[in-house]
């Protein structure tokens, strides 16, 4: 039996504990400020796209800029990669449509790319090449010629180090990436539970070249399980010429945003040190949510038994937040003020309100989505959308926006949005990442679906990693609200949402996680800095333009950091660390080697 003074003393620290819990609920939403946006700056105090560097500034220190070709025309996919490539990375870039047009001057670029499957192949080209090896330039073969023309050329074939042709066509399980070449280690590319076939969307038929002594494998096909043939079909590999290498991919990968990082990482096995900028910003959008209008009622009650307010509060509301909280990704939630123009439904004022508070508390941003299920033009839309707010009492100050290329343009000359300083689109299968929309609103392509991240995607993320420390982690929730079958269906993309959160980007921890005008600012800095690294013994000396804190990736197999001047350092991996640069001039010490 509890005695008198008990009972009093417990009920007092009842009281106590239930008084905090409720000073702290109300403290939040007095403290909340949901209706200002901290991200809303004048935008034309950015710095904007003419501030974007190039190197016909020259460079500041007198030091010699290393320059990248691509030989096989301008206008082709993997040229445009180059293109990219060379601009984040501050080289110089020149295209040829052929061998005989190409002119490097006095001095043959650092790496020469070649669109091999557009070039004619005559007996005196590779010697052409290996004259351009023989300068200290490095070859890529972005795409092999067709297996005819390289079972006829025998000259071809020792410049790539395929010592046989086995077949023309054969067919893999899977692919398996080898670690040390992308950043995010080791991968196996293969199906091991019918659950995952849908991830399956490599190329899996491809040409059976063996190689012969001399090369090193970074990507090959898989037969079996227990297979680990040396002479399975390989994917991606590379020759030694001496003071160059030759580098070789058997596939399309080098026709969009995968290429960048494969340039990096082979840039990166040509020296024994390698330091380049990146933006290091991992985002995590949700498109169209939330979405505060009640839509779409009959197809909703069928698939959850629940009207659209009850799917996204009831429903996603917890599954996302928890899937965000487990992950190492800034949240940014694009939000639908309604889908359907044409019904005449007002959204629900104090739903809109709660998600605005929400988001807030967990650190998040409010942007605004163009998706939309009628045939309202987006002007249109928008303007219907800022009158709801206002006379909501909900002003707010958007600084992102998402929605389809077509689209966006149209949008940024609405009135009410001049404080939007960046908008985000889906992947299109290009490899312009990030860039300007305009003159002073930038652009960022999120690379990857949360609710289809299947293994061309997975490769493609550990790719733009290696180039860009940089990720754009999309959820397109209006697939959920307006489903076309079950696989539409919450109960089917939660799972995916939560799988690719969980373990997608583990590997990347090391990176920060930002709000996608965060990683505005961070890339309006990455584009419009220049920079110089040198190194002597075991002091790597960085030299750089930024107005204020910018980022590298220094890769250094086999070594360490040992301490940095003028910033930070964090590892990311085996050889591979990320200097935050907080002074123009940093110098990183290397540590002694240590194997694998």
Known sequence: MISRRNFFSIA???????????????????WNDYKENENAVDVLSL?????VFTPEDGLPWGTARSGVACIGGSESRVAQMTANWAAYTKRYFISAASLADFAPGTEAPELIVLDGARLDWSEAACQTLLDYAAQGASLVFAT?????????????????????????????????????????????????????????????????????????????????????????????????????YVFAVNGDYMEDATGLGLLSAMVSEINECTVYPVVNAQSLI????????????????????????????????????????RGELGLTCMM??????????????????????????????????????????????????????????L????????????????????????????????????????????EWVTRQTAVADSFAHTYRSDFRVRSVETALAYTGVLAEVSRVAY???????????????????????????AFDAATVSQCDGRIRDFLALDYTCTREGDLVSIRHTGSGTVWFLLRASGRTVESVTGGSVRQVEHGVYLIEAVENNVEAVLGSEHPY
């Open 395 to 438: 002003e707010y100050t958007f600084t992102a926006l998402y929605g389809e290329e077509r689209e966006l343009d149209d949008a940024l000359n609405r009135e009410g949005l001049s404080g939007v300083r960046t908008v985000v689109s889906p992947y299109d299968g290009g490899s312009d990442v990030v860039g300007y929309q305009s």
């Open 286 to 325: 949700l498109a169209d949510y939330p979405s505060p209008a009640l839509e779409n009622g009959e197809t909703l009650a069928q698939y959850y038994g629940r009207d659209m307010q009850g799917l996204y509060r009831d429903l996603l509301w917890p599954d996302v937040t928890a899937a965000y909280l």
């Open 336 to 393: 639908s003020v309604r889908f359907d123009y044409s019904n005449g439904r007002l959204p629900d004022r104090d739903q809109l309100a709660y998600y605005m508070k929400r988001i807030r508390e967990l650190g998040g941003e409010l942007g605004l989505s163009l998706t939309s299920v009628s045939d309202t033009p987006v002007v249109e839309r928008i303007s219907v959308d800022l009158e709801f707010m206002r006379q909501a009492g």
């Open 47 to 51: 710095t904007a796209r003419s501030g």
């Open 144 to 244: 092999l010629p067709e297996v005819s023309v390289l079972q006829e050329n025998q000259n071809l074939r020792d410049l790539l180090g395929i010592d046989e042709v086995r077949a023309l066509r054969t067919r893999v399980q899977g692919l398996h990436l080898y670690k040390g070449f992308l950043l995010g280690g080791e991968a196996v590319y293969r199906v091991e539970k019918e659950t995952d076939i849908w991830r399956q969307d490599l190329a899996l038929e491809m040409p059976w070249y063996v190689l012969g002594p001399g090369t090193k494998v970074y990507m090959k096909g898989i037969f079996e399980e227990t297979a680990q043939s040396e002479d399975s079909p390989v994917v991606i590999w590379r020759r030694s010429l001496g003071g160059a």
């Open 12 to 30: 007092a620290v009842m009281l106590v504990v239930l008084f905090m819990f409720q000073f702290t609920n109300t403290a939040m939403e007095i």
């Open 483 to 509: 489903p076309n079958g079950t696989e539409d269906t919450w109960n089917v993309l939660a799972h995916r949402l939560a799988a690719s959160l969980s373990s997608g980007w583990k590997c990347f921890e």
